[in-house]
């Protein structure tokens, strides 16, 4: 096959679809701001531009991308542009030239996820060396500026986590057309405990598990995208993906291991277990959407039908997903890894050279 070299790039823009993804974008600002320091859910933005790029064109993907990166410059000044930047550009920019230079789908993801994990992690040492405080205060303190300076967009931020459930209102109080100083001062102050709490619990395995999120969906969302509109990028099915047969066996007494490490030195190991164990929940709570997928496959079901058990399944019900996935890999009960096995291995980073 001939190569498709900047075929990505190339594409006609779908000017009606990029209006509406600019206008979406335009709405989502307050969320893409706060999204910054809560790695799992700034995952997403690079999935969402890839998704625009293949299936809408590259100005949609280009304006939101501008879009994220303005608005962090609002709520945080230059730094917080250059840092938007850093997290955004290169790892749409490496998921897109791999399949512009049609490298193999899971090389392509292994590319994208590494990316992204090497930008949060440049993210990280220039918020420290700028404030010269541990990361997690130094994050706490860039949230409480920006929404000092943030004023009506910071105002409907805030009215958007309260009205989505993620914070409550003080009680007896009631949400308005505008928030008085008191009532934000208190959401306010909420936010940064949660800012605060998610940090220093939870901010190395988000930015594992984030990356893995970006590199993988972000190749599905491009590929996709680029074969419904004419192209020809390698796509392994849904009901395909599987972890290969014995690494279930090294993940699980991986975990297992960093577990009894982490009872015995918690000091030192507690982190690398809970980043560990993020990875491998994602990991089987693939595996288990993929076998759910295979069976609607097998029995003929339409595709909407596995769109919508992924969409539970990873974002909804990921820890039944999860025990699906460790059932499939130890006992393969949709007997599809016999089936699959006997193709070439899609795993094995040789697979399309």
């Known amino acids: 096959m001939e190569k498709q070299t900047y075929w990505v790039f190339r594409q006609k823009n779908k000017w009606g679809l990029t209006v509406l993804a600019v206008v979406l974008c335009l709405l989502l ?24 790029l293949g299936y809408v064109g590259p100005v949609s993907a280009s304006v939101c991308m501008g879009l994220f990166v303005g608005t962090t410059a609002v709520f945080y000044g230059t730094w917080g542009a250059l840092l938007g930047a850093i997290l955004m550009i290169p790892v749409v920019a490496v998921s897109a030239v791999s ?6 789908f899971w090389q392509s993801v292994a590319a994208g996820g590494v990316t992204l994990f090497a930008s949060m992690g440049a993210a990280v040492a220039i918020i420290a060396a700028i404030t010269g405080s541990d990361i997690v205060t130094a994050i ?9 300076i943030s004023g009506a967009m910071g105002d409907s ?11 409550t209102l003080p009680e007896g109080a009631e ?24 940090m220093r619990l939870e901010m190395p395995m988000q930015m594992a598990t984030g990356a893995v999120t970006a590199g993988l969906l972000g190749q599905a969302v491009l590929r996709k995208g680029v074969n419904a509109r004419g192209a020809k990028a390698e796509y392994p099915a849904l009901a395909t993906w599987r972890v290969p047969k014995g690494w279930g066996r090294i993940l699980g007494g991986t975990l297992l291991v960093l577990y009894l490490l982490a009872q015995i030195i918690p000091q030192s190991m507690s982190t690398m277990f809970y980043v560990f164990s993020g990875v491998f929940d994602k990991i089987f709570a693939l595996q288990g959407i993929a076998a759910v997928c295979y069976i609607l496959r097998d029995k003929g079901k339409p595709m909407i039908w596995q769109m919508a058990v992924f969409v539970l399944g990873y974002f909804v019900l990921g820890s039944f ?18 089936y699959l096995d006997k193709m070439e291995n899609p795993f094995d980073p040789r697979h399309g050279a």
Not at 99 to 104: F, G, H, I, K, L
Not at 157 to 167: I, S
Not at 176 to 193: N, Q, Y
């Open 157 to 167: 931020l805030l009215t958007m986590m309260v009205q989505m459930g993620v914070m």
């Open 99 to 104: 399949v512009e230079r049609e490298q193999p």
């Open 29 to 52: 600002t307050p969320l893409m701001s706060i999204s910054l320091f809560m790695p799992q859910m700034f995952a997403l933005l690079p999935v969402l531009a890839l998704a625009l």
């Open 140 to 148: 706490t303190d860039m949230v409480r500026q920006g929404m000092t």
């Open 175 to 198: 949400l308005g057309t505008v928030l008085d100083p008191a009532m934000r001062d208190e959401l306010v102050s909420t936010l940064l405990l949660m800012t605060d709490s998610v």
């Open 321 to 338: 997903a999860m025990v699906l996935g460790i059932a499939d890999q130890a006992m393969d009960f949709t007997h599809r890894r016999v």
